[in-house]
């Protein structure tokens, strides 16, 4: 059994579940004012029924008066009628507050994940501990999702246990007259009778509990199928991937096969539902009826013995049925608490994981003259989990307004000296001054606010263009079509449908367009322009457009960049002539500086030797 895997303790069950309903409590106090008027009605509600037909009986076998049996009848169907209409109405108040709450509870999960340090939202270790919490609770809403049916179920269960002592009452008050059945009356009778029930109430639940406890078991592979169906399932819903499973068939390899494996009838799942998961629950079953039974004769017994008539049979069976339903119920919640304590922890795994990153307090002074300097001074990185240093040793200042051109082969650590930049990593080694203070006692927000960024790997989103552009609901459309003309899509803007207001792609809106990666670009370079931030970076700009697009940005590239300092990710070397001051990267450190002109004199250099190669392929 695996870490997660570990058994959890009624109390420890019980604490979590406290945890998540006070979080709950916090994210909608009306799910709980919901919930306690749906089950209030419901547990409630049987109990009128029960007592006036009891009544009707009652009448039935003694008086048999028309006039109070109408009366009887017009009762029970009146209460039937307008408990069933408020009954209806508090339960889908609840379920919509169910439904709510359970939202909510989602986006507490989406804003952890936004508040994580990025080197923890990218690592694998907590990746898998978010799918881990996900995929408990697509398989069987274990998690959150029992805890909220968790307080419906105890509220209910509290007031049937209440309403049944009500009713139930002269059960075990009245007392029989026939001797033979005297010992009904015996105060040790009744107790012994309770200590049974109480006794067989809780086998149900126990060995519902021990079915239960199969479940962790198949977590790891119910983690591998809800993968298999949220990731290999969905390939073939994206008109994207079409083209590559056709040409190469691989539809069935990605996904039919797959599919069986994971939930074929041979599967640990299935097995276990079919063999002893599925016994005990049979058994926990028919204890249950045991338990009905038990009450059954119990109170045909007092009825004989001549304790009450007829009526109040109808009345006792009705109440204790339910009476011992809700205890049923209150013992199963303790077996409940503990299989799902192990779902618990590992949503408070995640949700307890810890912000690393030192958070300092110096504010970035938004300075007007944009005067900032960057040092990397020894900076060596490692990526977590990697023993490969990708950057080591890392020496480089760059002065405000210039333009910085980074080259290199892929892998040689461009793109990671970005994002240290950035502060999505801390260097391991080394440090980065911005104006000679230590990027790290800056205050984070206010750090990457002086930062645009275009990464390789940009993502735009299904919003409006002008929403993408801004990256906010409210901007200024003058300045969101000046940035996007800037970016070379002027021509482009005019062809959309809705202008600024047209959807980009059809997530969200049917009439959604779709853009080619070269348009996309451009919409992410206009992003980067409008936050108007002191730095602007962009990391392989040109790779998806068109040679003219290309050279567009490039001669526009001085105007583009205005007073800001620029630092430009190329692999195609002749788009890094017009920078001040060229880095050569190799092997995760800086080989060469200088300018282009520099840079070639050096004859036998990475640059010459790369200059060289690409040259190549465009001349004759
Ligand atoms: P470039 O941008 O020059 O192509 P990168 O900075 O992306 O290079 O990568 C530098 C090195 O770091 C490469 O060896 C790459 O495999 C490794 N690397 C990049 N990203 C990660 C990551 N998230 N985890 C582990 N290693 C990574």
Redesign the pocket.
């Known amino acids: 059994m695996n870490e997660q895997n570990k058994k959890i303790t009624i109390r420890q069950g019980l604490r979590y579940a406290l945890r998540e309903w006070k979080i709950f409590w916090h994210l909608s106090p009306r799910f709980f004012y919901a919930t306690f008027v749906s089950a209030a009605l419901t547990a409630l509600s049987p109990y009128a029924a029960v007592w006036l037909s009891a009544q009707l009986v009652t009448e039935l076998a003694g008086g048999r008066d028309i006039h109070r049996l109408m009366t009887l009848v017009l009762w029970i169907l009146g209460t039937t009628a307008v408990l069933s209409f408020f009954r209806s109405v508090a339960y889908r108040w609840k379920e919509v507050e169910t439904d709510d709450i359970w939202k909510r509870q989602h986006k507490t999960y989406m804003d952890k994940q936004m508040s994580l340090d990025y080197v923890d939202e ?1 690592s694998q270790k907590v990746y898998d501990m978010y799918s881990q919490v996900m995929q408990n609770a697509n398989l069987s809403g274990a998690g959150g999702t029992v805890c909220i049916l968790q307080v419906e179920k105890i509220v209910t269960a509290l007031f049937q246990i209440l309403g049944g002592l009500v009713l139930s009452w002269g059960l075990f008050a009245a007392k029989v007259t026939d001797e033979k059945l005297a010992f009904l009356n015996h105060p040790a009778f009744v107790l012994v009778f309770l200590a049974v029930m109480v006794g067989v109430a809780c086998m149900s639940p126990v060995l519902a509990g021990k079915a239960a406890k199969y479940m962790p078991l198949v977590q790891e592979s119910g983690k591998f199928g809800n993968r298999m169906f949220n990731v290999q399932l969905s390939l073939p819903e994206n008109p994207k991937n079409a083209p590559d499973l056709r040409i190469y068939n691989q539809y069935q390899n990605v996904v039919g096969r797959q599919m069986v494996n994971v939930y074929g009838r041979n599967s640990t799942f299935f097995k276990l539902r079919r063999g002893v998961m599925g016994l005990l629950m049979a058994a926990s079953s028919s204890v249950s009826a045991l338990l009905m039974g038990l009450v059954y004769l119990f109170v045909c017994l007092k009825a004989c013995g001549g304790a009450f008539g007829v009526g109040a049979v109808a009345q006792y069976l009705g109440a204790a049925t339910n009476l011992f339903q809700g205890v049923v119920t209150l013992v199963n919640m303790l077996a409940d608490l503990e299989i799902n304590g192990v779902y618990m922890k590992n949503i408070f795994d995640y949700l307890d994981l810890p912000n690393k990153m030192y958070q300092g307090s110096l504010t970035t002074e938004k300075r007007s003259d944009r005067q900032y300097q960057v040092e990397f001074r020894d900076v060596s990185f490692r ?4 023993e ?1 240093y ?1 950057l080591r040793h890392l020496n480089m200042t760059f002065q405000v307004g210039q333009r910085l051109a980074v080259v ?10 970005i ?1 240290l930049l950035c502060r999505l990593y801390d260097p391991t080694e080394g440090v980065i001054l911005l104006n000679g203070i230590d990027i790290r006692k800056y205050r984070y927000n206010e750090y990457m606010d002086i930062f645009s960024v275009v990464f ?1 790997d940009f993502q735009l989103f299904s919003l409006p263009l002008g929403q993408n552009v801004a990256a906010s609901q409210q901007y200024d459309p003058a300045r969101v079509t000046e940035c996007l003309e800037k970016a070379g899509f002027g021509q482009r803007l005019e062809k959309m449908p809705k202008g600024l207001d047209t959807y980009l792609y059809k997530e969200l809106d049917e009439n959604g367009v779709e853009v080619s990666g070269g348009e996309a670009q451009k919409i992410a370079l206009a992003r980067a322009l409008y936050k108007d931030a002191p730095f602007i970076v962009l ?1 392989e700009p040109t790779a998806a457009l068109d040679p003219v697009a290309e050279a567009e940005i490039y001669t526009k590239f001085n105007e583009i960049a205005g007073d800001k300092t620029a630092i430009y ?1 190329s692999h195609r070397l002749s788009s890094c002539k017009f920078c001040d001051i060229i880095a050569v ?1 190799d092997h ?1 450190g800086v080989i060469q500086r200088g300018t282009h002109e520099e840079l070639l004199a050096q004859s036998g250099g990475k640059y010459c030797e790369l200059w060289n190669a690409q040259a190549q392929y465009y001349t004759v």
């Open positions: 990218d990526y977590p989990g990697s490969q990708a290199g082969m892929n892998g040689s650590g461009k793109t990671t000296f994002k390789q990391d990710i990267f995760g």
